[in-house]
């Protein structure tokens, strides 16, 4: 006893000697770093004389702390209109809470990680005493918008989604408050990070996160701040999430607001019935009764306790009948894919950890075990696992079991798992590092589930308070204690003295373990194993300061149309295509200096300028190679093609940043290439890029300002002359000018916004009809986009019900080129529409890739033969059989014929004697409006 009181005293002595004999140096100069920020939003909630407070003020000092002592804060207020003008002039350095977009990226550099989330919400003076439950309450109200305040869009999507009317009034004034009280509106568009005691929240309209941002140029503060977040990411966990907490309030985050209607449809169920497994503690287990406890269980009764809602737990095992799995609503934690489950959002994460032999720590592993719940296997290996044999087993004890007889090398299970069977570890000689990978608690829900039901129980598991399942996690991950430890403690004063020397060393060797993992996830791709962006543009910057201009080239790599990959095979098979890529393109891009995983399916590559670029275009241009790596996860049916950008640096000391936005610019203006070729970035591109930037900055608000107008080209009988239909074709009204779609068009197509354009569209055209009742059938445009969703057929049918017209008023054009893609969605969701009475024709009928035979394949009613093809065609003897061909074999498989851009009398007498049904094009009309679309069909039923 006497011995080990002197080891642990002369412990304590050496760690007090080393914690107080640092020396102190001489104080040094100091930089003024100045924050500019707006009075009660976000950064400073309170200022006065002798003091300041905020969570940005906080989150700033912090980061400095760890930076260094050169430097001082200085916090300037400012107008928000006058902020980034002061910024690009220097009066100010910093400058935020910000929402990221691209066009600020250009002019502005971002901190590479968020400083939290903004709440958006509409709120009401607390002394109303509105009940937002009931959102009928809206309806009709009078609600005030800052002016240029860039969440508006929120607003009007909100009350869509409710079919609400409000009258949206503007102000200037700071003071929301003062605003609300002395012009006795209803509701106000404000953030949570916004200090307002005097309002209350109504309805949570979305979440954005936020940034602080400094000038283009300054590179070098921009580095600083982002190291100092680093830091603090290492080294005080959940440091932001406990900052946000004292300063606003945390439960607006997550809070989404359910309604009465919502509960009421909850609770329509006498009861619900949950399938759970019999897992290991702390997950899910039975207790010495019998009884389900655990994290998942716990998880699960916050759950249907805020829903309010009665349940019955019932375990479910390997002689669990068909039958009874029928009548469950859901289950907890069920990872077997082959039950067709939609999981709703996570509840919970658990972070996991891998054991390995301490003294094989550096050594590739051979075997991994892992158990059945954590659903890992072969396919999804995180990195840090490069083994090449996965073993699953039912539960932690036996997969220990394993390790410890030699037949697996190393194993993956939960950190609380570990606390837990730490004992039953034969070697103490083993080392735990933690992976990029979580376990998400989740609820499981049958594929033909209630949409409706899955989205509501979604909004209740936003508003479970998430700090009492930590505390879950900390009873259920820890051992019995002893009732008298106070006591023998007392009694056995050293066991303290031991305790805290234990303590100093775990913090020591968990830093280490931190730190480990924080560099693997910082600079290298968990999917690929190849250097993340972050190390790629660390590395870069070493080799360009060093190198000489004109050197060296930024390629970029990406694969076109990937969401549909996703779509159509899944997410799992799209994360294989993208190892794969990586794989290949490094063993035949090995001249590369640097080579990473860039986000997504997007690669980058730093190359010298020398000819052996040609290889990376020829390995994708020629990609048989590729294909049947492919084949076994998409079949034979699909080809992936890519699109390649190159910037030349012509300057290395340029931001590394803006050398990459220029390769993707070049990669996708390249996209409408046929082939692989390296499409390189040139002066005329960025004209086009900052064309680009203007269209998607203005976009959403185009939609909310209702500046996207439609007009309408009738369809004519050939025969009778007699408008027989129209289209509606849609036209951008930006200030004085009429933007023509071919210059929005794809570039929505790209960014995913043609959705949003097509039900406006849709519900536009659905309202001119509901209007003019005795208007024919009106085609609209859907893209493939679109029309590959599961929920496009429920979109369409409810916006076209929402109108209550005739189904067979609506026509829907598809491009020829997305049913060639032989998407099996696409022709789903085409025969669905059918059967519910809506005609289906394909558009640009010439310009695919198609074979006349496979028409037969196609469940439309209508051909509509491109303006192009009939150009290309009609000028020969040779072209006009083709387009008699396509005729007769259209009028075989009874479709109607459209013919597009028809323009002179004598195309039309072509077109009729070959038996085409409709014409459309200059020569009968252009599109108009829809007033003179009605005076024209008036004209022709005449």
Known sequence: MKIKFKIVFILMIVITFVVTSFPVYATQETTTIKVGYTLNYGTVISSTVNTQKGYGYDYLTKIFDYVGD?????????????????????????????????VGMESYLYTASDFGDNVILLSTLTSNEYQYANYDDINDSVIAVQNNNPNEYLLYEFLDE????????????????????????????????QTMDSLSPVAKLGTTSFYYVTDINNTELMDLIDDGMTEIEQKEYLFQEKLYLEYYDYSLLSAN??????YALLQEKEMYYIGVENFDSPICYKDENGDFQGISIDGLSLIMDQADVPYTIVEITQETSSEEYDNLDFYLLANDESLGMIASDTYYSLSMVLIEPFSNENAEFNTIGTVDYLGIDETNLPYECVGETVLTFTNVTDMIDSYNDGEIDSFILTSASLNLFRNEIASLDFISTTIYKKLDLVLMFPEDYSDDLIDIFNKVIGQIDTTQLDTSLLFHSTEESNDTLLDYLEDNPWVANIAIVSILLFIALSEYGRRKTLKKVL??????GLYSKHKFIKEAKKILAK??????????????????????????????????????????????????RHEADKFILLLRNDDENHELSFTLKNNDKLMKMFHPYIGDTYTITFSIGAYLIENTEDNLDFMIDCANIARNLGKEAVDATIHVFSKEMDVHRIKINEIVASMKQAIVNEEFILQYQPKVDMNSRVIVGGE????????????????????????????????????KTCEFIKSNPFVPKISVNISAVTIIKKQAVKNIMDTIDNYAIPYYKIDIEITETAFMENMKEIFDNVQQLRDKGISISIDDFGVGTSSLSRLKDMSVDTLKIDREFIIDCIENDRGKKIINSVILLAKSLDLEVVAEGVETKSQEEFLASLGCDIGQGYYYSRPVDGEEFIKQLEKTAE
């Open 257 to 262: 607001y359910v309604t009465n209607e919502e």
């Open 523 to 528: 600079e290298y791709d968990e999917l690929t």
């Open 70 to 102: 050169e430097y001082e804060l200085e916090f300037i207020c400012c107008e928000w209109s006058d902020a980034m003008d002061m910024l690009t002039t220097g009066e100010i350095d910093i400058l935020g809470p910000i929402t990221k977009t691209d």
């Open 547 to 596: 190198g000489e201009n004109n050197l060296y080239t930024i390629v970029t790599i990406d694969i076109d149309n990937f969401k549909y990959i996703n779509e159509l095979y899944g997410y799992e098979t799209g994360s294989k295509v993208i190892q794969i890529l990586g794989k290949c393109i490094k063993e035949d891009a090995g001249h590369a200096l640097l080579f990473a």
């Open 728 to 763: 509606a074709l849609v036209r951008w009204k930006k200030g004085g000018d009429l933007i023509p779609p071919n210059d929005f068009i794809s570039i929505f197509e790209k960014n995913g916004f043609i959705e949003t354009l097509d039900y406006y569209v849709l519900s």
């Open 162 to 193: 409710y079919d609400l009317e409000a009258n949206i009034v503007y102000f200037d004034d700071n003071d929301y408050e003062k605003v609300m009280q002395e012009n006795d509106y209803d509701f106000c568009l404000c953030s949570s990070l």
